[in-house]
Nanobody
Framework: QVQLVESGGGLVEPGGSLRLSCVTP????????MGWYRQAPGKQRELVAR???????SYAASVKGRFTISRDNVKKLVSLQMNNLKPEDTAVYYC?????????WGQGTQVTVSS
């Protein structure tokens, strides 16, 4: 089991920014592909951004140009910088670690975008 702990969620006005972080004590962190997913009320969980073990990022079309995913293999940390937030970004955001066909999830952190 891989332990993932998210932080950084909160309430922000439209147009604002938040930075989410996900840390793990996993010693093999550098081998994992890491991702951020979100789930809004009444909707399915969806991929927001992903970064491979080699550091290649990818984004959902809805967040491209506004969100940036990054990883620090020394700190065993993956971050999601979210800029120009919109009300439709409101959701619980989950960190995911993937390796050898296994997926591990954090507990989630709430992001609410509202005036």
């Amino acid at each position: 089991q891989v332990q993932l702990v998210e932080s950084g969620g909160g309430l922000v006005e439209p147009g604002g920014s938040l930075r989410l972080s996900c840390v793990t004590p996993e010693t093999l962190f550098s081998l994992y592909d890491m991702g951020w997913y979100r789930q809004a009320p009444g909707k399915q969980r969806e991929l927001v951004a992903r970064v491979t073990s080699r550091g290649t990022p990818s984004y959902a079309a809805s967040v491209k140009g506004r969100f940036t995913i990054s990883r620090d293999n020394v700190k065993k940390l993956v971050s999601l910088q979210m800029n120009n937030l919109k009300p439709e970004d409101t959701a619980v955001y989950y960190c995911q670690a993937s390796f050898a066909s296994r997926n591990y999830w954090g507990q989630g952190t709430q992001v609410t975008v509202s005036s």
